[in-house]
């Protein structure tokens, strides 16, 4: 067990002395972590040389996107070296350390 992290437990759960499967949210599993993060204010592309298609996130005022999403007449995609991205956002582009 690690002396950090972040766990969070189900309802009426005490996350201290919770078992695992009453957990939500546990840090110390090989969850995905941010490769990059940005607010671009126009459309434009990011490099992102990650080498496959991350996952992604795309939030803009009063609206969010996930993965391989077209709406409001722009869409938002990646490849293999670059994501695409349109309007004002933020995007979070993930990515999974090998276990």
Request: with cysteine; glycine share 10%; charged share 15%.
């Amino acid at each position: 067990m690690a002396d950090w992290g972040l766990k969070v437990s189900k309802p009426g759960k005490d996350v201290k002395t919770c078992t695992k499967d009453e957990l939500v949210f546990d840090s110390e599993l090989n969850t995905m972590k941010i490769a990059y993060s940005a607010a671009p204010v126009a459309n434009g592309t990011y490099t992102h040389g990650l080498g496959y298609i991350p996952a992604f996130m795309v939030a803009g005022e009063g609206w969010f996107l996930g993965q391989e999403f077209s709406a409001f007449e722009a869409t938002y995609y990646s490849t293999s070296t670059l994501f695409y991205y349109y309007w004002a956002c933020r995007y979070w582009l993930f990515y999974q350390q090998g276990a």
